[in-house]
Each structure stands twice: as structure tokens, then as C-alpha cells.
């Protein structure tokens, strides 16, 4: 039930038709339905559909965060379905990486302290130093000892972007990072993050309501009323 074998060769993300229903005081409430979605190696995949269309929960029940009501999802070539919670976190650990709306940053600590913190959990040698690095790379060498509530939005979501790419992650959900940010830095947030991914070759899963950051990605998926609409 908790064996995880891992194949290099799996796509790091196949969902097959895949549903997910909840329950509401006014009854079950169909949120995805019948999803196929395929995400291979080192590709960039934008979510993209009106509110209410199940993108953030398709990034949900694809991390392994919510059971599907139905349906397989396999993540690197794992179906999570054999796993408990504990397993499904393994899975995760080191391999995939979430960056969201909210920043998420702990405001006890420093910004090399957060992207440093997952590194340390995962015993990752010289931690604060590939954490110094990846601030670096996100033009935060200047902002090492600075508290969250002494950044900007736009360096509280770089900090983020750095603490999620610091592991190495062979997959990122990204569910709009760039939602609560202003234009400008919006635009630097995100090509940092398409630059980024291309780098490391880690694949992109990125939940966006911008047509224009939609375009960037290699190929967009289209939600309505949970089910494909569109794959392009």
C-alpha cells in the first residue's frame, strides 16, 4: 500500500479520468469530471478557464492534497491511490514543489531562513548556502536578513519562487503566483519563473487567469465547469 517505486521514464503527471465531488449543505457538488491530463518532462502546462472551473482543485487532488472521487492520478508513475498520506508526502518530498497566491513565507524567520527551512528538513548539505544561491538567482542577495514584513509583494513571492526551486523539484504547481501582485511585478515574477523552470528542466504546472502568461507556456489546457474544454 505504501511502496513507492519510481519509474525516470514516467511523465511526472498523468491524470485519467478524473472526478472529484464534495459535499455541500445543498448536496454533492461535482467540482472535476472525467479531467484527462497529461504533463510530460520539463513542460510548461498553463491552466487557464473562469473561476469556478476546478483549476485550483485539479492542482489539489494532482499534488496528492485531495483524494479524487474517482478516476486515477499518477504521479511519476505512482498512482496515489496506493499510497496513505504519508506516502503521497514521500512522493512529494524533494520531487515537487508549490507555489501559490499567498506567499506562505514563515515571518519568524529571514528570507534565507525560509528558502533554507524545506532544505534543512530534508537533511540537504550546505542548506544556507544553496538557499544564499537561489535568492541570488531571484535578485535577493541584498535582502538575506530581511523579515517578510520588511519585503515587498513582489520579494515575498521571489523569496517563495527561490524556496520552491531551491530542492530541485522535477515538478512545480503553481497556482497564480502573480495574483496578488501589481503589473510590473507580476511580469518579473513570472518570467523568473518560466526562466527558471527552463533552467532546471523541472516541469510547470501554473494555474493563471493572464491570457499573456498563459501564451508562454507550451501548451494550455482549458477548464469549464470541470471538464477539459480545451487542450492546445
Not at 496528492?64 to 512529494?92: H, I, K, M, N, T
Not at 521571489?158 to 522535477?170: E, F, K, S
Amino acid at each position: 500500500m505504501n511502496e513507492i517505486a519510481l519509474s525516470d521514464a514516467a511523465d511526472p503527471l498523468v491524470l485519467e479520468n478524473v472526478s472529484l465531488t464534495l459535499p455541500s449543505a445543498a448536496g454533492p457538488v461535482e467540482i472535476l469530471r472525467g479531467l484527462d491530463v497529461r504533463v510530460g518532462a520539463g513542460e510548461r502546462v498553463a491552466l487557464v478557464g473562469p473561476s469556478g472551473s476546478g483549476k485550483s482543485s485539479l492542482i489539489s487532488v494532482a499534488a496528492g492534497l485531495e483524494q479524487p472521487s474517482g478516476g486515477r492520478v499518477r504521479l511519476f508513475g505512482q498512482d496515489l491511490a496506493r499510497l496513505d498520506e504519508d506516502g503521497r508526502a514521500r512522493l512529494r518530498r524533494g520531487r515537487v514543489s508549490l507555489v501559490f497566491q499567498a506567499f506562505h513565507l514563515l515571518p519568524s524567520m529571514t528570507a534565507e531562513e525560509n528558502v533554507a527551512a524545506p532544505l534543512e528538513i530534508a537533511r540537504t548539505p550546505k542548506a544556507a548556502a544553496i538557499a544564499r544561491a537561489w535568492l541570488d538567482r531571484v535578485g535577493l542577495s541584498n535582502r538575506l536578513r530581511h523579515y517578510p514584513h520588511q519585503l515587498s509583494g513582489g520579494e515575498q513571492q521571489r523569496v517563495a519562487l527561490a524556496r520552491a526551486l531551491a530542492p530541485g523539484p522535477q515538478l512545480i504547481f503553481a497556482d497564480e503566483p502573480t495574483g496578488n501582485l501589481d503589473a510590473a511585478n507580476a511580469r518579473r515574477v513570472a518570467g523568473m519563473l518560466f526562466d527558471l523552470t527552463a533552467q532546471t528542466g523541472a516541469a510547470l504546472v501554473l494555474v493563471t487567469h493572464d491570457e499573456g502568461l498563459a501564451e508562454r507556456a507550451d501548451r494550455a489546457v482549458r477548464l469549464r465547469d470541470g471538464r477539459v474544454a480545451e487542450a492546445a
